[in-house]
């Protein structure tokens, strides 16, 4: 039936209702068009951008041309423009954002809470969207005698006459200003045919605008989703009254080929009611040839996404368009980052048309600023500065880079002064740590001179970065202006990048909107201005002359998306708590004070806030209906910091609804590094999965083809003949073996250290990290002191101790029994006057805590040495040094020989004179850094005390040995000591014989590593699980280690 049949048998207004999908939106453009055609003038009111976008598109295919004004299709927003602009209302539209500031700015300090100004810009909607005047807003809040209330009520007409004399209005107050004309000005937009479409429900005051304008049009006609056999329209079918008097049309709903989609757009499952316990899970399998929907368990959202990603990818693959896909979500969580991220990985572009500034580059820098300055520079903070490439293009990659590095072991700065006092400080500790001699001499101090020169040569990039950064704590919104202005200036100046150069244009914009709406010269704090700050970029649109034109897959929260169709579509996060959304309620206007104003006003204005699961299955029914063929629904079930997250109950009903065969429940493991082969999305996963270690040959060989560039498949088969050399453990360069001998003469200096030689055999990966590509290896940040601060501090403390014996004239029997308890507090005192201005870096309760620990320590040392005393032991030489020569410690090549000179420090040499025999004592700070002497030597990787023995027996020139032994200062204890006489239950005693055979053995297990070392075979050890881990070895995600192999094989 065409318009002009409309015209002469139809009412003035007529209500088209029907299911979704039945055809109505169809119907009403098909009016449009023939109206047009006809000379008429036609106003299309309709709920989102999309739909205005699909009403045009249809219209104007058919419509060869319109006069001007003929034809308008709009939001309520647009139609209110229209109609103040026919009236000659002069006014400036404005955004949540600067209605959000003014509020806030008429807001006393104690009020200006984010969720206080939220809920006043809410409640301030609801008031003006209540369809009320004026005056009548006053009178019937005021009728209640609430205090609070009125005095909100006084805050909202204070922000909005200002509004008013302003002439700059939020879409809420422009739709009212219309909604005032329309009742004062009778010639304002009159036309020929209303068309009302996809709505589902009205506020108060968009009822009274379209009542209004149904007398003004010649014919009206309104859609409604309604199908009074289903109870899922229940929450939408009181909404069908807004012209009582009017026609009714019903439709019917229009059938999907989807069998599976179609029975779950009856909508029938949201209305069980009975408790359903699911089956386990089947293991996603990404195939679509039998099903045409999924609902999959996902470990976290970024998997969540990844699995939409390569859903995204089969269906493409199987046949259906980019453009004809979309990704949903509810809205509480915003995936929209993660959408962004993730999928452009697996080649699919997506668009955003409603792209904002707080998106792009400059503005997430300048939030990021005012963060690190609020929470006073922490070091997470600072490090995600650091990492910014705007950062490192302003002061070199290489320069940040270090900074990164050598500000690892500034423990916990707490604010911009902090760190450059922290890092003079440690740099200060540098400088002195080069200067103290130590076991691996040579190469330590080279390292830390090399670090010094680093650290020296960074202090004025640091400093300059901090300044640079630097914004006040309170300020005048111009001031905060200003410094966050000249901060964009200075990391985003003007550069070839187009977008970029806009975006801080308009950025500035904003920063200067901000200040003359809030006043120029007003205090405030940062955290504040941060806030208004956000709130800005957030409500912003990106100004692009391709933005809305660019391609791409769509994405969109659940109302954003109203009035689009997809062939696939993705739903996300279907969790309890998001869909179905939890509401808060509203603590200005409460449920019980809206009842109130609804029983005054005798209607309902002012709908409740409370949650309404109704309204939530119509909105999940609204969502699953976009979907024509296939229907992927997923589900975290964990969120951002380990939360656990619950199936949404939507989904338990969905399934139960489902026939057996059809489920369709599946969930992606946990544990699962690489995706199965029919879920493969990009290239790169191909290429990962060429070297998972359970790939057959000819899989392999398949997935190589697939890769089709030539080089990639070179690199690559390169890349496995590597790694399976590895497994095999063939020495070559890819091993460890490094093939260069020559390069290896300076490697092996003169001297060389017992220290040295054991990081070789604990793990020769490590020694050529540490010593041949000489990687730097900072520190974890911490409050806490060093194992070397501390290991230092332990053997000045013990060393100051016994010094004083081997100073006096008493025997070690009778000073260990003097008092020794204003020995200890005088040697406390010496080291923290001496060692104190060395370790300014450290806090005073960290440092006074190790003075404790340090005097209980030597208190502990002299208990254990009396129980001692008797075996006529007594110390004689005290921290050491030695330079041991053997012909053992030789290396060799085509003639030409060096003798290696192995250097040390034995912590403490005892004798006993009536035996006249040596023991050797090592210090060590925990039981953990201790070894046995004799399972080291047999092991070949522990070389300490025995070395230390040789060298003791040459420097005192004395035959006879009784052994070593250990001592762990934190437990006060001897420490598995391996001896040829018998001094404690605890001592291993062995043979003089088997004594002089570690000895030997020491000496020539020296000389093959240092041989090992000279020719470059510095070659993987098998798998230890205590060693080989992240946080433990520094060097543990550059080690391709040959986990196949285990430790105790």
Avoid at 260 to 287: C, M, Q, Y
Wanted: net charge neutral.
């Amino acid at each position: 039936m065409n318009y002009l049949l409309y015209l002469f048998v139809m009412s003035r207004i007529t209500t088209i209702i029907g299911p979704l999908h039945s055809g109505k939106t169809a119907r009403v453009i098909r009016l449009a068009i023939d109206a047009l055609n006809f000379r008429k003038m036609v106003s299309c009111i309709l709920p989102s951008v999309h739909h205005i976008r699909f009403f045009k598109d249809q219209i104007l295919a058919e419509v060869q041309q319109t006069l001007p004004g003929q034809l308008f299709v709009g939001t309520f927003a647009s139609l209110a423009d229209r109609i103040l602009d026919e009236a000659g209302f002069v006014y400036r539209q404005v955004g949540n954002a600067e209605d959000w500031l003014n509020i806030r700015t008429e807001l006393n300090d104690s009020d200006c809470r984010a969720g206080t100004i939220l809920f006043l810009q809410k409640t301030f909607a609801e008031i003006r969207n209540a369809g009320l005047k004026s005056d009548e807003h006053n009178v019937l809040v005021r009728s209640l005698s609430e205090p609070s209330l009125n005095a909100w009520m006084d805050l909202f007409e204070k922000v909005r006459q200002k509004s008013r004399n302003s002439r700059r209005f939020n879409s809420d107050e422009q739709i009212l200003c219309a909604w005032e004309t329309l009742n004062n000005r009778s010639d304002v937009l009159n036309g020929d045919l209303l068309l009302i479409d996809g709505f589902y429900e009205f506020t108060p005051i968009q009822k009274k605008i379209l009542n209004r304008l149904a007398d003004r049009f010649t014919q009206t006609f309104v859609t409604f989703p309604l199908d009074k056999e289903r109870t899922v329209y229940g929450y939408v079918q009181n909404q069908s009254e807004l012209f009582p008097d009017s026609i009714k049309i019903e439709m019917k709903k229009e059938p999907l080929e989807s069998p599976i989609l179609e029975s779950i757009r009856t909508g029938s499952f949201l209305s069980h009611g009975g408790v359903t316990i699911l089956e386990k899970p089947a293991s996603w399998t990404n195939d679509w040839k039998n099903s045409d929907l999924k609902v999959i368990q996902c470990p976290t959202r970024w998997r969540e996404v990844e699995t939409a990603a390569r859903t995204i990818k089969r269906w493409i693959c199987d046949g259906m368009k980019s453009e004809n896909i979309g990704i949903i979500f509810r809205g509480s969580y915003d995936y929209s980052g993660l959408i962004t991220l993730i999928l452009p990985r697996f080649g699919i572009p997506v668009k955003n048309p409603n792209r904002r500034i707080a998106q792009t580059e400059p503005a997430e820098f300048l939030l990021r600023i005012a963060s690190v300055n609020e929470k006073r520079f922490i070091r997470s903070e600072v490090m995600d500065i650091f990492r910014h490439a705007s950062v490192q293009n302003r002061y070199g990659k290489e320069a940040i880079n270090d900074l990164e590095r050598l500000t690892a072991e500034l423990g916990i700065p707490v604010d911009k002064n902090e760190w450059i006092t922290q890092y003079k400080n440690r740099l200060d500790f540098v400088r002195w740590r080069a200067t103290i001699k130590s076991e691996s001499d040579e190469f330590d101090r080279v390292s830390q001179d090399d670090l010094t020169k680093k650290m020296e040569s960074r202090q004025p990039v640091l400093e300059r970065f901090l300044d640079d950064i630097s914004v006040p704590s309170s300020a005048t919104w111009l001031e905060f202006g200003e410094s966050f202005g000249k901060i964009l200036q200075k990391f985003f100046p003007e550069l070839e990048n187009r977008s970029i150069n806009d975006c801080v244009k308009q950025i500035s914009a904003l920063i200067s909107l901000m200040s003359k709406i809030a006043g120029e010269h007003n205090q405030l704090k940062l955290a504040d201005y941060s806030q208004a700050m956000r709130r800005f970029f957030e409500a912003e649109p990106v100004i692009a002359s391709d933005n809305e034109n660019q391609s791409g897959l769509f994405y969109s929260s659940v109302m954003d998306a109203r009035g689009k169709s997809f062939s696939g579509l993705v739903i996300l996060g279907m969790t309890d708590g998001e869909f179905p959304q939890v509401r808060r309620d509203n603590p200005i206007l409460t449920n019980e004070i809206r009842r109130k104003l609804n029983s005054i006003a005798g209607e309902v204005i002012f709908s409740e806030t409370s949650f309404n699961i109704d309204e939530e299955k119509w909105l999940f029914f609204l969502a699953i209906s976009m979907a024509a063929e296939k229907l992927l629904l997923t589900f975290p079930l964990s969120g951002f910091g380990g939360k656990q997250l619950p199936m949404s109950s939507f989904l338990t009903d969905l399934l139960s609804a489902l026939p057996e065969e059809r489920k369709g429940f599946e969930t992606v493991p946990v544990d699962e590094i690489l995706p199965k082969s029919d879920a493969f999305g990009s290239i790169d996963d191909v290429k990962a999965a060429i070297f998972s270690p359970n790939i057959s040959e000819n899989d392999r060989m398949m997935l190589t083809e697939i890769i089709g560039n030539l080089d990639d498949i070179r690199r690559i088969g390169e890349m496995i003949t590597i790694e399976k050399n590895r497994q095999k453990n063939i020495q070559n360069e890819w091993s460890g073996r490094i093939a260069d001998f020559t390069q290896f003469w300076d490697l092996i200096n003169d001297q060389f250290s017992v220290s040295r030689i054991q990081e070789f055999a604990r793990c020769p990966f490590y020694f050529l990290c540490k010593n041949v590509w000489k990687i730097y290896s900072p520190e974890e940040p911490s409050m806490d002191v060093t194992p070397l601060v501390d290991g230092h501090l332990i053997h000045s403390a013990l060393e100051s101790l016994l010094r004083t014996y081997l100073s006096g004239t008493k025997g070690y029997v009778e000073f260990l029994e003097s008092d020794s308890e204003k020995l200890i507090e005088g040697i406390i005192l010496r080291i923290d006057h001496t060692y104190r201005p060395k370790f300014r870096f450290l806090t005073d309760i960290v440092w006074q805590n190790q003075m404790e620990t340090l005097e209980s320590g030597l208190q502990a040392f002299v208990r254990s040495e009396r129980r001692f005393s008797e075996t006529n032991y007594c110390p004689v030489k005290l921290e050491k040094a030695f330079n041991l020569k053997n012909n053992a410690f030789s290396v060799e090549s085509n003639g030409r020989r060096k003798d290696v000179i192995f250097s040390g420090q034995i912590d403490r040499i005892d004798v006993n004179p009536e035996r006249n025999s040596l023991e050797v004592v090592e210090y060590k700070r925990t039981a953990s850094s201790a070894h046995s002497m004799k399972d080291g030597v047999g092991k070949g990787v522990y070389f300490q005390l025995s070395l230390y023995l040789i060298a003791a027996r040459q420097l005192l020139n004395m035959e006879s040995v009784t052994g070593a032994y250990t001592y762990v200062f934190r437990d006060g204890k001897r420490f598995k000591p391996v001896l040829t006489e018998k001094m404690s239950s605890r001592s291993q005693v062995i043979q003089n014989d088997e004594l002089e055979s570690l000895l030997e053995q020491t000496l020539m297990k020296i000389g093959v590593l240092l041989n090992k070392i000279f020719q470059g075979n510095f070659d993987l050890l098998p798998f230890d699980v205590k060693r080989c881990k992240s946080g433990f070895c520094e060097y543990f995600d550059l080690c391709r280690i040959r986990k196949t192999v285990s430790v105790e094989e």
